[in-house]
């Protein structure tokens, strides 16, 4: 079973467009986040929700705007989306509290979007 | 929240022990150190965590020394399927506050 799961993989959509990207996670954990990798491969975290609030929303357009309806689905929700965002999308997911071994973030394996 | 400096790119041969060292001049006591492993079109994979000293694990070391201002994590007879980015990152109590930056591209060679 896959532990953090997105869909789509795949999304090609023209500017303008309203797109989401859904998230679910079956490892019980308690944080989940958006993290954003552009052309250059930085990794920069979007969102952070922790048992469905929102605890980090990093610089974003508001043109972004995640949403939790429980603690294992985080979504993406996109609206007009421009050139620019065009990018891989991460979802992932950990266990927050207090950092022991093996207390670590796991990964979904991406959703390339690409704004034509 | 401690920054971490790592070489943008490395390269080795098949066999070779690597070696990628991370400077984290401003890590804070609660702060662990963990690397992240991600190959081409696919999420970051956690590889190792250490807080001091050594830790060894079935993929790789991770050394770091009583200052903890760097670490390096160490990958003993790399394989061509070593290829890929390493990020070194480092965080406390808060899950939600580790940052990744750019990594180390380490392209492995036959």
């Known amino acids: 079973d896959t532990a953090v799961s997105q869909t789509p993989k795949y999304l090609v959509t023209q500017m303008g467009n309203d797109k989401s990207i859904k998230c679910e996670q079956n490892l019980g954990h308690d944080t989940m986040y958006w993290y954003k990798q552009d052309s250059k491969k930085f990794l920069k975290i979007m969102f952070s929700?922790?048992?469905?609030?929102?605890?980090i929303n990093e610089t974003v357009p508001n043109r972004f705007s995640p949403k939790s309806p429980d603690k294992a689905h985080l979504n993406l929700h996109i609206n007009s989306l421009e050139l620019g965002d065009s990018a891989v999308y991460f979802c992932?997911?950990?266990?927050?509290?207090?950092?022991?071994?093996?207390?670590?973030?796991?990964f979904g394996e991406g959703s390339w979007l690409t704004v034509v | 929240l401690a920054k971490t400096t790592q070489p943008i790119s490395m390269d080795s041969y098949e066999g070779q022990e690597v070696n990628i060292t991370c400077s984290h001049n401003?890590?804070?006591?609660?702060?662990?150190i963990t690397w992240y492993q991600q190959f081409p079109s696919q999420g970051p994979r956690f590889i190792i965590q250490g807080y001091k000293t050594k830790v060894t694990n079935e993929v790789a070391s991770l050394f770091i020394p009583a200052d903890r201002k760097s670490s390096t994590l160490s990958l003993p007879r790399v394989s061509l399927s070593d290829t890929a980015v390493y990020y070194c990152l480092v965080g406390g109590s808060s899950a939600s506050k580790i940052i990744f930056g750019s990594g180390t591209r380490l392209s492995i060679r036959p």
């Open positions: 992932a997911s950990s266990q927050e509290g207090a950092w022991i071994s093996g207390n670590t973030i796991y």
């Open positions: 929700y922790n048992n469905k609030e929102l605890i």
């Open positions: 401003n890590i804070a006591t609660n702060d662990y």
